[in-house]
Nanobody, 124 residues
């Protein structure tokens, strides 16, 4: 089992940048594929980005491709989401999640463990 804690959210102006971090407990972090999801008010949770166990393979939602970057440091049990050129439509609660497989997937059900979320608000 792994516990996930996100941090780094906040209020930023449109066009600005933020980096979210997700710290994982336990010694098996490198055995999990990691993902970032978000949920905007009144909307369903949606996929943002995912990374394979090593970080060599990544995947992004079309809405964030070219602006967001997922990365991980297995030595620090941490995954990151670098968000650039933020837009008002990026406003949401962001969640990191862990999947006990070496896959890169946007499917919510593949992720067994979730963090509590961190709020990102982009002002226009």
């Amino acid at each position: 089992q792994v516990q996930l804690v996100e941090s780094g959210g906040g209020l930023v102006q449109s066009g600005g940048s933020l980096t979210l971090s997700c710290a994982a407990s336990g010694r098996t972090f490198s055995t999990y594929a990691m993902g970032w999801f978000r949920r905007a008010p009144g909307k369903e949770r949606e996929f943002v980005a995912a990374s394979s166990r090593s970080g060599a393979i990544t995947s992004y939602a079309d809405s964030v491709k070219g602006r967001f970057t997922i990365s991980r440091d297995n030595a620090k049990n941490t995954t990151y989401l670098q968000m650039n050129s933020l837009k008002s439509e990026d406003t949401a609660t962001y969640y990191c999640a862990a999947a006990p497989y070496n896959i890169v997937t946007s499917t919510i059900g593949e992720y067994h463990y979730w963090g509590q979320g961190t709020q990102v608000t982009v002002s226009s």
